[in-house]
């Protein structure tokens, strides 16, 4: 198939474009590179570069890459951030789903997969986390996720599209050092930012219900979550969607494991910082993967020391350039 992916040239939508063109897929990039960064891309890759806000241009760019399906990743994606600026993120995120949307009915274009989040499912969640488990997100960004995955299921009953939503754990790791993750939110480069600045990682609450007292989160190589998406894509080649699945691996690991984990691949013996807990973070929020698995083979194949250990490595290439 031709698919558009928006984002397309961000940290997790790079990764994906690489994916869906080793899987046969002509890829093209929607991206405004307001956190994009064109090095990530293949030189090959046909790039549009605009706004999602901008119905017309996404129209426009379907028709030019005479596209069959969007892969739908351009979003604002910091919880605390969302909490300061929700107009912001509903405007980028809510706005910005009805925009492509409403660009997909114009041109014709009838499969959308969408990258949402398991932010869904919000602070009171008890894993395993299932697609049944019930959604009440704690944040504004969570909401955008859910609000966004309505909009699709409702503009497809009207509008015969066909889709799938993929609700993310927690993405790490990196395929190559151009696409590492320079996030400024999430855990891994933060403890990497920490550790190359002689800084104390900070851990947020070390008195959870859990067996360490650190919180316990589902970590999955960003390659997998790459992987997920092709296997989603091939599907909706061949037959109609309407599917929501979880992505991640089944497994809990603590932020403290995190530290240890680091410790070992970097050979650095840091200590961090034990901070109060954050508003709404829960103390265990791990996938049940099983219904992509049974629905459609797919299962992650990388562990925690193949993610930490590629995150490392594609930091450490990519600081250590002039």
Known sequence: MRVLVTGGAGYIGAHVARALHGSGHDVGVIDDFSTGERRRLAAHTQVFKGSVLDTGFVK??????????????????????????????????????????????????????????????????????????????????????????????????????????????????????????????????????????????????????????????????????????????????ATDMTAVYNIGTGTGTSVLEIMAAVRQVTGRHFDYDVIGRRPGDPPDVVADPAKIRLELGWESRRDLHDTVHSAWQAWTDLTSRP
Not at 123 to 142: M, Q
Not at 213 to 230: L, P, T
């Open 60 to 237: 426009t760019s379907l028709r030019d890459f005479a596209a069959d399906a969007v892969v739908h990743i351009a979003a604002k994606k910091a919880v605390d951030e969302s909490v300061a600026n929700p107009l912001f993120y509903y405007r980028e995120n809510v706005t910005g789903m009805q925009s492509v949307l409403e660009a997909m009915v114009g041109a014709g274009t009838r499969r959308i997969l969408f990258s949402s989040s398991a932010a869904v499912y919000g602070e009171r969640v008890a894993s395993p986390v299932t697609e049944e488990t019930p959604t009440i997100p704690s944040s504004p960004y969570g909401w955008t996720k859910l609000i966004g995955e309505q909009i699709i299921s409702d503009v497809a009953a009207a509008h015969g599209l066909s889709w799938s939503a993929l609700r993310y754990f927690n993405v790490a790791g990196a395929a190559a050092s151009e696409l590492a993750d320079r996030g400024e939110n999430n855990l891994i480069p933060k403890v990497f930012r920490a550790i190359s600045s002689d800084v104390h990682p900070k851990v947020f609450g070390d008195d959870y219900p859990t067996p360490d007292g650190s919180c316990i989160r589902d970590y999955i190589h960003v390659e997998d979550v790459a992987d997920a998406h092709a296997t989603v894509l091939n599907q909706m080649a």
